[in-house]
């Protein structure tokens, strides 16, 4: 089946470390992207790429880091500069962006908690 | 300023009682506007995308429909499983890529049998 893979599904790590999570896909899809919910707010991004060794800042890309060495693959690493890392992040991917408006899948998170 | 409102913020309806929930956008431009299911602990499920006014996407119980704007998504017959949290997203037209997609803060929607 395709879809999108993130692990683990739930992450506890001590205030002042680092944390990446994965996400991988096999859609084959060119553009990946990872959110940030909490509750009572509506999905924020904060990094999105579009292609293979490419990436952007999303809206709230401060004290978060990306790296797409594959196309497969699109990890975050949450550094200890983010002041409010506890949170539920989704990766999700789309066809090529484009000019046409593609629908995201998402995978089913990663709750981090940080204490 | 692009956003996206989404109401009711929750609603609790009995087994075969429709209703419908609302989004209304303002965006300088409507790409496309689509409508995910998210359930507890889950990601988001994508259902529907609707491109421009006067569209409308069936699927099972549930109907979306578009206008300039908001959009609806009508629940018609619902059962216990339709129980979720329902999001709405808009992607602007400017720009060339997905990072224009705004979503709003979801209705959350509870059937009782």
């Known amino acids: 089946d395709g879809g999108i893979t993130q692990s683990p599904k739930y992450l506890f790590r001590k205030e002042g470390q680092n944390v990446t999570l994965s996400c991988e896909q096999n859609?084959?899809?060119?553009?990946m992207y990872w959110y940030r919910q909490d509750p009572g707010q509506g999905l924020r991004l904060i990094y999105y790429?579009?292609?293979?060794?490419?990436?952007q800042k999303g809206d709230i890309a401060e004290g978060y880091s990306v790296s797409r060495e594959k196309k497969e693959s699109f990890p975050l690493t949450v550094t200890s500069a983010q002041k409010n890392p506890t949170a539920f992040y989704l990766c999700a991917s789309s066809i090529s962006t484009g000019t046409g408006a593609s629908p995201l899948h998402f995978g089913n998170g990663t709750r981090l908690t940080v204490t | 300023e692009d956003q996206v409102t989404q109401s009711p913020e929750a609603l609790r309806l009995q087994e075969g009682e429709s209703s419908s929930l609302n989004c209304s956008y303002t965006?300088?431009?409507?790409?496309?506007l689509f409508w995910y299911r998210q359930d507890p602990g889950k990601g988001p499920e994508f259902l529907f995308t609707?491109?421009?006014a006067g569209e409308e996407k069936e699927k099972e119980r549930l109907k979306a429909t578009l206008t300039k704007k908001e959009s609806f998504l009508h629940i018609t017959a619902p059962k216990p499983e339709d129980s979720a949290t329902y999001l709405c997203?808009?992607?602007?037209?400017?720009?060339?890529?997905?990072?224009?997609?705004?979503f709003g803060k979801g209705t959350k929607l509870s059937v009782k049998p």
């Open positions: 859609l084959n899809h060119d553009a």
């Open positions: 965006v300088s431009g409507l790409r496309g």
């Open positions: 997203a808009v992607q602007a037209s400017y720009g060339g890529s997905q990072g224009n997609l705004i």
């Open positions: 609707l491109y421009s």
């Open positions: 790429s579009q292609i293979v060794n490419d990436f």
